[in-house]
């Protein structure tokens, strides 16, 4: 039974994850063994006591000492066995080992922004070290999100002005996938990331500065649209014309759009590296018709990635 209860739920990825599991079948099964005893007394109780003839007296139970100390004491048991079994798991969730790996992690409307020791910062993919314990240290840049790792089993809310914190301990290489789990505006469904467990080997490599251990697509163009969707793009920004959070990127190459002030700004290289590194909060930049919630992305995008973007929303035509 306890496989086919685990198919049910996300893969064990982290160390925790099966402590949790095991106690949340404990849980399913107490829940399930209740309900049968609770529903099947009540059914067989219908049909035996039910009024056999019109006017039928009933005698007056009063208590029974029996039945009573059994049902204060076998629950009293059980749920003081949860407790104890709970904290036990809860404590190992929460305290992180002293040796643990920190990186920081940004939320902001709508994306995850990951920062190491060595200076790099990722966005949308979390890069970790297999069998090594990682501590996310997390704050937000605007609103409440939650960062949560279904195949981990950890959640924590992320919130603006203090730091709260989750660490794991990832099993195998892999990707699992990052969502946000509390209502943050418009794109909060579309606030996912990806952690990407590496050998120990890629994560020193990595360490060293030698980039995200990612295939780079050989066209600028394939490069561009990678970027779109691992940096956090598509959240805001569609590209079939569909208006977003933000204008659709299709076609809007080499137009004169209109500013919130009336003004026209042609779509070029130019405007689009300020667009990305100083988004619109003033109205002659900031397209008509949209809010300035776009995050700034400077220092967090290379200059080659740029070109690689620009590429790609050149190639938007119309
Ligand atoms: Cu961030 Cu929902």
Not at 6 to 17: G, N
Not at 240 to 263: L, T, Y
Not at 271 to 286: F, H
């Amino acid at each position: 039974m306890e496989t086919a209860f685990a198919q049910m739920l996300p893969p064990v990825a982290s160390d925790v994850a099966g402590n949790w599991d095991t106690l949340f079948l404990f849980l399913v099964g107490v829940s399930v063994v209740f309900f049968v005893i609770v529903v099947g007394s009540m059914l067989w109780f219908l049909i035996k006591y039910r009024e056999k003839e019109p006017g039928q007296k009933v005698g007056n139970i009063v208590h029974n000492d029996k039945l009573e100390f059994l049902w204060i004491t076998i629950p009293t048991i059980l749920v003081m066995i949860i407790f104890a079994w709970g904290w036990i798991v809860y404590k190992r969730m929460v305290d992180a080992p002293e040796s643990a790996y920190d990186i920081k992690v940004i939320g902001k409307q709508w994306l995850w922004q990951f920062q190491y020791d060595n200076g790099k910062t990722t966005i949308g993919e979390l890069i970790v070290p297999e069998k090594i314990p990682v501590r996310l240290i997390m704050t937000s840049d605007d609103v409440i999100h939650s960062f949560f790792l279904p195949d981990f089993r950890i959640k924590n809310d992320v919130v603006p002005g203090m730091y709260t914190k989750v660490w794991f301990q990832a099993n195998e290489q892999g990707e699992h996938t990052i969502f946000c789990a509390e209502y943050c505006g418009n794109a909060h469904s579309k606030m996912m990331g990806t952690v990407k467990v590496v050998s120990l080997s890629e994560w020193e490599t990595f360490q060293k500065g030698k980039g995200a251990p990612k295939e780079r697509p050989a066209s600028l163009v394939e490069w561009g649209q990678q970027l779109y969707t691992d940096k956090g793009c598509f959240a805001c920004h569609s590209v079939d014309g569909v208006k977003g959070i933000g204008p659709s990127f299709k076609g809007i190459w080499g137009k004169q759009e209109e500013m919130s002030d009336g003004s026209h700004i042609l779509v070029d290289e130019n405007y689009v590296r300020e667009s990305i590194e100083y988004p619109g909060t003033t109205k002659d930049k900031l397209v008509k018709g949209f809010p300035p919630v776009m995050p700034t992305f400077k220092g967090l995008i290379a200059e080659e990635e740029l070109n690689a973007l620009i590429a790609f929303i050149k190639n938007l035509k119309e």
